[in-house]
């Protein structure tokens, strides 16, 4: 499989006008007159198409992306192989609701996902069940109801740091930005929130809260990013995700992980979870499901999805373009992305140490695969959230799409189709930035 597609677009940042060009000045405008201001844009791209990992704004700048669309576009912008499936399911069936009816691509991919579900396996019957959303936030909603209904239990674990969505009940288990609760409470309650990635956060847990003010016979969910995202792409401590499970297994919880952002091979594995080797009772996806149409999706052991009909539904959760699309990611991350995405995400991973060496205020990189930070610091070693966004913006004038996460954080989190070659452009122009910001 060739996993570069063939492009017109050059496979390095062309400029051809200042920034934002001229289009770009006149959509922004109309925009602003008219969008909602809760929108976050953190400089002005005006984007007219996409291939692979190249997008083209609307004056004829091209641009190397390492954000893909918030690590959306898995398989790379537009590619062939998914847009000739988007196209011939549309020429079929736009929509037909599947909480109502049946259509071959929803129960294909259901299959596809259900075989591949980082659960135990079983003798008579699927690993899985799945319910399709629309969204990564839909997704967390419906765990969150579906956790709740299994167990009859109120309570829920969640993590500082954690981003889950902002619709009320994802919002409820976020733990990432003020701004994000300001002005919307009261939130979904019985949601209790411990710090991330450590042995010494699951200590308080078990032994200041569950005896004091958290009964874990109440309890039914913890839920956990494999990879913290929104948070600052935080890898948690050895045995941290082992230990969720022992205690979940000790007390009856479930362990609810969120692969939103870290799965569908972005790490090197389709599920991220599966690095440590650690079997939760309910996955969430979205993003890089379906290359960039809009799906998300539940999957839960069989023996808890026995919420009857008309229980939770959705109208255009499992649409049948968008499962087409995510049928056609699956085959693609299985036929060379997944592991596309872990060599390259070692060649980045070292340009990045590289990178750090030479630039005494950014961290060595931290992640998994194609899922990499660094932090930017101060003169005095202290998190620099005004420098990284300079950088950030800096980058953009340059050609190099990226974005930020967590206090200080860079994130990069590309198409799973890049290649070393514009891996060392990406780090090249990155490197003139550090050193002008």
């Not at 909480?99 to 659960?119: G, I, W």
């Not at 109801?145 to 674990?157: D, F, G, H, N, W």
Request: neutral net charge.
């Amino acid at each position: 499989m060739v996993l570069a597609t063939e492009r017109s677009l050059p496979r390095v940042p062309q400029l051809v006008t200042p920034l934002p060009g001229p289009r770009a000045q006149a959509l922004i405008a109309r925009d602003r007159a008219v969008t909602s201001p809760s929108y976050t844009r953190d400089y002005p791209l005006v984007v007219r198409r996409g291939e692979g990992c190249m997008l083209e704004d609307v004056d004829g700048n091209v641009f190397l992306d390492l954000t893909a669309g918030i690590a959306v576009t898995a398989t790379g912008h537009a590619h062939p192989v998914v847009v000739e499936a988007i196209q011939q399911q549309a020429a079929q069936l736009l929509h037909m609701s599947g909480t109502d009816f049946y259509y071959e691509p929803m129960a294909e991919l259901a299959e596809n996902l259900a075989a591949r579900a980082p659960f135990p396996a079983v003798t008579d019957g699927p690993r899985a069940r799945v319910f399709f959303s629309n969204s990564g936030a839909e997704s967390n909603e419906g765990a969150l109801k579906l956790a709740r209904y299994a167990t009859r239990r109120p309570q829920i674990v969640a993590f500082l740091g954690a981003f889950h969505g902002r619709t009320y009940g994802a919002m409820s288990l976020t733990g990432s930005k003020a701004v994000q609760r300001a002005g919307f409470g009261p939130l979904v309650p019985g949601v209790t929130h411990i710090p991330y990635g450590t042995h010494a956060a699951l200590d308080y847990l078990e032994a200041s809260l569950f005896p004091a003010t958290l009964p874990p016979e109440e309890v039914a969910a913890i839920v956990v990013e494999p990879i913290q995202g929104e948070g600052g792409y935080i890898v948690p401590e050895d045995g941290f995700h082992a230990r969720i499970r022992q205690i979940c297994d000790r007390h009856g919880i479930l362990m609810v992980v969120d692969e939103v952002q870290a799965g569908m091979g972005r790490t090197g594995r389709l599920f991220a979870i599966e690095h440590w080797g650690v079997e939760p009772d309910i996955v969430t996806l979205a993003k890089g499901i379906a290359s960039g149409l809009p799906l998300g999706a539940i999957l839960a052991r069989p023996h808890l999805m026995t919420w009857p009909p008309g229980s939770h539904a959705t109208t255009f959760g499992g649409n049948p373009v968008a499962c087409a699309a995510a049928n056609a990611t699956l085959r693609l991350l299985d036929a060379g992305l997944i592991v596309n995405a872990e060599r390259m995400g070692e060649v980045l991973a070292t340009g990045l140490a590289e990178l750090a060496a030479r630039h005494p205020h950014v961290s060595p990189p931290r992640g998994k695969g194609l899922m990499l930070a660094v932090d930017l610091r101060d003169a005095d070693g202290q998190l620099d959230r005004d420098r990284r966004n300079r950088v950030v913006d800096r980058a953009f004038y340059e050609g190099l799409l990226l974005l930020g996460c967590g206090k200080a954080a860079i994130r990069f989190c590309p198409p799973l189709v890049i290649d070393a070659e514009q891996i060392r452009a990406a780090l090249a122009i990155l490197d003139r930035v550090l050193a002008s910001v």
